[in-house]
């Protein structure tokens, strides 16, 4: 078909809508000789295959007519009893106090965003997110209409005084946002972290711009340094937080299985929302899981996954910090957990055009203009360090290097032939004189020290 | 939270949103001691749980790295491929000359259907669908803001001759619906087929209306007799049909998968879509599909299906003929296929009141109202063959004809109070004079005499 013939039939999102970048890159660099650090993708080394072997066959003779059956919208009963006993046990406090009716399963977190997208936002709706978030949630939010209104990060994650200045110049223009998306742990992209003390300004003025806040949470339990904070959901005394939570990095992301956790009346209105889009998620997928978290082996697994990452986190930050010269002025963050750090490149310097240079030096990572929703970050971009093995880290940062080191020299070179004397030389414009802010990405992902 | 406090934040979709009638209904009835014959559910006799004990384990070990991790959006290729083996095998035609990107892979037809209202349809949009319609359709429609234009069926499908009736005066009126949506063989919930000539006929509308049609087909393979008619993708020649599978009624439910086929350009828009909304169909369900499907060992199961549904819907027509007296003017249609057969009851009597009397007397069904678009069918009910076990349906048919006998008696002693001699008595009234075919069955379902 003509794919102008068919544009008249499409509704007002699909004419819109565009296809998600870093998934359609992931197909493109699926050649084996490239080093992908784009992904976002576990480790197969962390997935407990041997534990399904023994597990799936004796679920499906015990549990098989129920597992195989339609099932509840809400999820199965049993699997949401094993995760109230699960987060109890993990995160104590407010998670103590709630019963099955505060839990929604979902087809990991991606429907989780999808549902409290099409409950909560309606087309022109302001939703505000960091200066980066992660696309998948931005995809989920426009595809329903959403505006969406950037604040920036730093090394304590989202910044609070920004978020509230926002908030007051989107109110004195009649916008009332009903939104706030953060993900507080280990964000994707930046790798950074919600401090404890921004935890509680961000749900303080939360509650004074009363918004519904979406606590995306899936690398909340890969911590490789420090100790978490509480969660949002735990700190929250409003009922507004909405907490998603996911197997996808602690298990395996193709059971595709997450749970929100939030007020039962938003449970409720995200059941409703659900009955039309699936109708259920996987019984094989939820029966699976619960049998698991009854063996109690997730607290081993997660233990593995974590020494796993925390090796290749050491081993990529390390390889940077050989490979990178300071004087190119590049700035990354050292992330205490998750999967990804987030780097800065010398503003001059555009991420997309490293890129195509990069694929010709056989690796990929995910440009940063696409994590954020007003257009910026051209300078900036995500590297994943959980999926390639720790030799691939170590040749791709150094590859990476090679062709910005080469950037930085023909950049020297173009700007000595422009103009000779009336400047410095580049060595000097990014040299570690400038702050990031300076340099035009803000933020102390920004203000991170060579 | 108070559900008035949550009702600011909620998007225009969730604000008319309802609760799937069916779905609240089988979780109220799941009570051990009530018959039911309100699911659409399969019977779990049909479900392979030995092979899955086999293949699942070999699979793991197999494919594991590559069945538990992230996968495309539009689906494992190599199951794609085995679908697109099984099709031109199964339905030849048309299914022989597509290729891999005609398929995109789904969280079962449910899935599909939402997708492909988020794709096509826009707040207030036309769709046409059929009076009765699939419950879980209407809802995906709904969902983004369809208007919803019911067309009667007959024993051989939809009326085309309403069908263009109603797309003449629409335009008239300057509505242009963009799509039409049929389940073709054994449509749920009425259990009746469309014929070759109105295939024929509706795809000759669909082209001069330029419509999009869905064919929604999940009871397809599953005819006890007789034989299928081509498909309406296979009679197509404009690529305007979207047709769905799944294998939640032949292979099993809890698996979550599904497969459109269509135009390639409708496949492309439809996986962009899918993005945001799960970035990928389970690789767990995905692969043990793909490894089922190599085993060649579907054709056997359809077939033992086949012949496990058959039975128990000749035992569920001779109950019903045997307990209903026809006297009493209740009509059923008589499935070639599938899992439902729908009854009428005469107009004077409720569906909704007799459900109340069918739940004191242990057995439910669901009120035809529920699958009206336009609110009419309140005398209409649809009963489920395929899960209870051939005593509970014969059990089942005579406790509702208890209950139905008791109100057509009732009804008698009320009108013989009110009007005692210028009316006709109920047993004339309701006699069995009336044949499907005299009474059309579009009468039939909804203009039944008494």
């Given at each position: 078909?003509?794919?102008?013939?068919?544009?008249?039939?499409?509704?007002?999102?699909?004419?819109?809508?565009?296809?998600?970048?870093?998934?359609?890159?992931?197909?493109?660099?699926?050649?084996?000789?490239?080093?992908?650090?784009?992904?976002?993708?576990?480790?197969?080394?962390?997935?407990?295959?041997?534990?399904?072997?023994?597990?799936?066959?004796?679920?499906?003779?015990?549990?098989?007519?129920?597992?195989?059956?339609?099932?509840?919208?809400?999820?199965?009963?049993?699997?949401?009893?094993?995760?109230?006993?699960?987060?109890?046990?993990?995160?104590?406090?407010?998670?103590?106090?709630?019963?099955?009716?505060?839990?929604?399963?979902?087809?990991?977190?991606?429907?989780?965003?999808?549902?409290?997208?099409?409950?909560?936002?309606?087309?022109?709706?302001?939703?505000?997110?960091?200066?980066?978030?992660?696309?998948?949630?931005?995809?989920?939010?426009?595809?329903?209409?959403?505006?969406?209104?950037?604040?920036?990060?730093?090394?304590?994650?989202?910044?609070?005084?920004?978020?509230?200045?926002?908030?007051?110049?989107?109110?004195?223009?009649?916008?009332?946002?009903?939104?706030?998306?953060?993900?507080?742990?280990?964000?994707?992209?930046?790798?950074?972290?919600?401090?404890?003390?921004?935890?509680?300004?961000?749900?303080?003025?939360?509650?004074?711009?009363?918004?519904?806040?979406?606590?995306?949470?899936?690398?909340?339990?890969?911590?490789?340094?420090?100790?978490?904070?509480?969660?949002?959901?735990?700190?929250?005394?409003?009922?507004?937080?909405?907490?998603?939570?996911?197997?996808?990095?602690?298990?395996?992301?193709?059971?595709?299985?997450?749970?929100?956790?939030?007020?039962?009346?938003?449970?409720?209105?995200?059941?409703?929302?659900?009955?039309?889009?699936?109708?259920?998620?996987?019984?094989?997928?939820?029966?699976?899981?619960?049998?698991?978290?009854?063996?109690?082996?997730?607290?081993?697994?997660?233990?593995?996954?974590?020494?796993?990452?925390?090796?290749?986190?050491?081993?990529?930050?390390?390889?940077?910090?050989?490979?990178?010269?300071?004087?190119?002025?590049?700035?990354?963050?050292?992330?205490?957990?998750?999967?990804?750090?987030?780097?800065?490149?010398?503003?001059?310097?555009?991420?997309?055009?490293?890129?195509?240079?990069?694929?010709?030096?056989?690796?990929?990572?995910?440009?940063?203009?696409?994590?954020?929703?007003?257009?910026?970050?051209?300078?900036?971009?995500?590297?994943?360090?959980?999926?390639?093995?720790?030799?691939?880290?170590?040749?791709?940062?150094?590859?990476?290097?090679?062709?910005?080191?080469?950037?930085?020299?023909?950049?020297?070179?173009?700007?000595?032939?422009?103009?000779?004397?009336?400047?410095?030389?580049?060595?000097?414009?990014?040299?570690?004189?400038?702050?990031?802010?300076?340099?035009?990405w803000n933020l102390a992902l920004h203000e991170v020290q060579e």
């Amino acid at each position: 078909m003509d794919p102008a013939y068919l544009q008249r039939f499409l509704s007002d999102s699909a004419r819109t809508q565009t296809r998600n970048e870093i998934r359609e890159l992931l197909k493109l660099i699926s050649r084996a000789d490239i080093i992908s650090l784009a992904g976002g993708l576990p480790s197969p080394d962390a997935f407990p295959i041997d534990e399904l072997k023994r597990i799936i066959p004796d679920t499906l003779e015990r549990y098989g007519t129920s597992a195989l059956q339609y099932g509840a919208t809400e999820g199965d009963v049993g699997l949401r009893q094993e995760l109230l006993k699960l987060m109890a046990a993990q995160e104590g406090g407010r998670f103590r106090e709630i019963g099955i009716d505060n839990i929604l399963i979902t087809s990991a977190s991606q429907q989780a965003l999808d549902l409290c997208s099409r409950v909560f936002i309606s087309t022109h709706d302001a939703v505000v997110c960091g200066l980066p978030s992660y696309l998948g949630a931005l995809g989920a939010f426009t595809a329903c209409g959403a505006k969406l209104s950037g604040v920036l990060l730093d090394d304590s994650g989202m910044r609070t005084d920004l978020l509230e200045q926002r908030l007051v110049d989107l109110r004195r223009r009649g916008v009332r946002p009903k939104m706030l998306y953060v993900v507080p742990d280990f964000q994707n992209p930046a790798g950074v972290s919600l401090s404890l003390e921004r935890r509680r300004e961000l749900l303080q003025i939360a509650h004074e711009f009363d918004l519904l806040v979406i606590e995306d949470s899936p690398y909340r339990d890969l911590r490789y340094v420090g100790r978490n904070p509480p969660s949002l959901f735990d700190l929250d005394r409003d009922g507004r937080v909405i907490s998603m939570f996911t197997f996808s990095k602690i298990l395996f992301p193709g059971l595709r299985l997450g749970w929100v956790v939030a007020d039962e009346e938003v449970i409720s209105r995200l059941a409703v929302a659900k009955q039309p889009v699936d109708l259920c998620t996987s019984g094989l997928s939820q029966v699976v899981a619960r049998e698991y978290l009854k063996t109690g082996g997730l607290g081993s697994q997660i233990a593995r996954i974590r020494k796993l990452y925390s090796v290749k986190r050491e081993v990529m930050l390390r390889a940077l910090d050989d490979a990178m010269k300071p004087e190119w002025g590049v700035r990354w963050t050292r992330p205490e957990g998750g999967l990804f750090l987030w780097m800065v490149l010398p503003s001059w310097m555009k991420s997309r055009e490293l890129f195509a240079r990069a694929l010709e030096a056989k690796i990929a990572f995910v440009n940063g203009d696409s994590f954020h929703c007003d257009g910026t970050g051209d300078n900036t971009l995500r590297l994943n360090f959980s999926f390639p093995e720790p030799d691939e880290l170590r040749t791709a940062a150094a590859r990476l290097a090679g062709v910005i080191g080469d950037m930085v020299a023909e950049h020297g070179e173009s700007r000595a032939a422009e103009a000779p004397s009336s400047e410095p030389s580049p060595a000097v414009l990014v040299s570690g004189d400038h702050s990031l802010e300076q340099l035009g990405w803000n933020l102390a992902l920004h203000e991170v020290q060579e």
